[in-house]
C-alpha cells in the first residue's frame, strides 16, 4: 500500500479531537495546533482575553507595515447523530478510495489543516512573502448567542494590531468542477414570536385565542416563505437564482400547551404560544423596511417578538476591477486552471464580522466535484482533493500575500 501524505495524516488527527457542540475541547485543539506550529517553525501564541483560546500564527512579511492577510478557520464543529453515520464520526475513518468520513471533514477542519500546511511550506521553503500573514484558528463560529469566537475577537486590539487588509475564510463543497466564492452572505435573524390569549375550557368557542393570533401571523410569513421559494425556482437555472439571491424562512420552534412533564392537558386553551424562526436575508434586502415586515406581521394585539440572532449590518466585499484582491484572487486562479463561480453564502461564517468593520473577505474551500455535506451524516472528503486544496491555496495565498500596494 502506497504510504499517506503526512498532511493527511495531520488532518485526520485532527477530526479525532472532539470539538463537537456543546461541549468542544478547545484546550485540545489549541495544544495541537501550537505543537504543530513548533514542529514547523511557524511563530504561535494562544490569545485567552475572548474567554476560549484562539491559536495565532504569524509569518512576518518584508514589508510589515502593508495590511496582512488573514487566513481565519474555526476549529468547532456541529455534532453528529452517531446512530446515522456508517463510520464513527470522530474516527478520521479513511476507506478504500482514500474518503475520510468525519465530522468536520468539509466544515471546515479541512481548510484548517490545508492552512496550517501552507505555512509549513511557506516556512520550509524560506519563501519571502512581501505582507504579514496570519493564521487565526477560533471557537464558537457554529453557535449563536454566547459565541466567544470572532464575533467577540474582532472588537479587540488584538484584532486590530494585525491590520487585516484580506480575510480568506471557509466556503462551501462544490460538487462540479468549478469552485464557488462568497463574497458576502446572508444575515441570520432568528425571531422569536409569542402570542398571548384567552384561557378556558377545551369544550367551549373560546376566542381570540394565543394560538390563533399565532397561527395567523405564521400563516402570513410562509405566505411570504411561498413567495421567496417561487421566485428561486422559476427561470433558468442556468441564468436563475442561487439559495443566496432569496429570503428563506423556516418556522424551527413552536411551543404551546399545558405540559404536565409526561402528558398535556388537552381541555385547557393555553394563554401563550410561541414560534420561532430561522430567517435568512440577502445583502441586497434593506434591513430596516425587512424590520418594519416583521413588526406587520406582528403587529396584532397579544403578540410580540424577539430577536435570539439580529444584525443590523450586513456588508459585502464588492468584486469589481477597483478591488485589487479580487483581481489578484481571480487571476491566480485562472493562472492554475481552476474555474470561479462568486455567489452569496447561504448561511452564516465568520466572514460577516470581518465585512462588517469594512474589510473584504472571501469565502473559498478548495473543495470540488464533491457532495455538500456540511452538518450532514457522513460527511467525507476525499483524501486527494485535500491535498489538491494545499496546492490551490499555494497558487493564490502568496500571490495574494505579495500583492502590490
Ligand atoms: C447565527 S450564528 C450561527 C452560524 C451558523 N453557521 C454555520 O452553520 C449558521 O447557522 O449559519
Ligand atoms: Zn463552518
Ligand atoms: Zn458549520
Known amino acids: 500500500m502506497q504510504q499517506e501524505d503526512s498532511s493527511v495524516t495531520v488532518f485526520r488527527k485532527f477530526l479525532q479531537i472532539r470539538t463537537d457542540h456543546p461541549n468542544p475541547d478547545y484546550e485540545a485543539s489549541a495544544q495541537f495546533l501550537m505543537q504543530k506550529a513548533n514542529e514547523y517553525g511557524i ?12 491559536v495565532i500564527m504569524k509569518i512576518t512579511g518584508t514589508d510589515p507595515s502593508l495590511p496582512s492577510l488573514l487566513l481565519n ?12 453515520w456508517n463510520y464513527e464520526p470522530f474516527s478520521g475513518y479513511k ?106 375550557h377545551g369544550s367551549r368557542f373560546i376566542e381570540n385565542t394565543a394560538v390563533e393570533k399565532l397561527m395567523r401571523t405564521i400563516n402570513k410569513m410562509l405566505e411570504f416563505r411561498q413567495q ?13 437564482k442561487k439559495l443566496g ?21 388537552y381541555n385547557v386553551v393555553p394563554t401563550q404560544a410561541e414560534a420561532g424562526f430561522d430567517i435568512r436575508i440577502p445583502p441586497t434586502v434593506n434591513l430596516d423596511e425587512f424590520l418594519k415586515q416583521i413588526k406587520e406581521w406582528t403587529a396584532e394585539e397579544g403578540l410580540s417578538f424577539t430577536f435570539a440572532n439580529y444584525t443590523e449590518k450586513n456588508e459585502m466585499t464588492h468584486l469589481n476591477n477597483d478591488n485589487k484582491w479580487w483581481s489578484t484572487f481571480k487571476s491566480s486562479c485562472e493562472k492554475i486552471g481552476i474555474k470561479l463561480v462568486p455567489e452569496i453564502f447561504p448561511a452564516a461564517t465568520d466572514s460577516r464580522f470581518i465585512r462588517n468593520l469594512g474589510i473584504p473577505a472571501f469565502g473559498f474551500s478548495p473543495i470540488n466535484n464533491t457532495p455538500i455535506l456540511l452538518h450532514d451524516h457522513n460527511e467525507f472528503l476525499n483524501e486527494n482533493t485535500f491535498i489538491r486544496g494545499i496546492d490551490i491555496y499555494m497558487g493564490i495565498i502568496p500571490s495574494l500575500a505579495n500583492m502590490e500596494p
Open 43 to 54: 511563530d504561535a501564541e494562544v490569545y485567552r482575553e475572548t474567554g476560549t483560546p484562539i
Open 228 to 240: 421567496q421559494f417561487d421566485s428561486l425556482h422559476k427561470g433558468h437555472h442556468e441564468c436563475g
Open 95 to 200: 476507506d478504500e478510495k482514500g474518503n475520510i468520513y468525519s465530522r468536520g471533514t468539509q466544515d471546515m477542519k479541512c481548510v484548517c489543516m490545508q492552512f496550517l500546511e501552507v505555512a509549513h511550506r511557506i516556512v520550509q521553503s524560506k519563501l519571502k512573502l512581501k505582507r504579514n500573514l496570519y493564521l487565526t484558528f477560533v471557537p464558537d463560529e457554529e453557535i449563536g448567542a454566547g459565541s466567544k469566537g470572532m464575533e467577540v475577537f474582532v472588537t479587540h486590539d488584538k484584532f486590530r494590531q494585525l491590520n487585516v487588509g484580506l480575510c480568506i475564510d471557509e466556503g462551501l463543497a462544490s460538487p462540479t468542477e468549478e469552485f464557488t466564492v462568497f463574497y458576502g452572505e446572508r444575515a441570520p435573524w432568528w425571531v422569536h414570536i409569542t402570542a398571548v390569549g384567552n384561557a378556558g
Open 245 to 265: 439571491d432569496v429570503t428563506t424562512l423556516n418556522l424551527t420552534v413552536l411551543k404551546a400547551g399545558i405540559n404536565n412533564g409526561d402528558n398535556y392537558s
Open 73 to 84: 478557520s474555526h476549529v468547532d464543529v456541529v455534532p453528529a447523530v452517531l446512530e446515522s
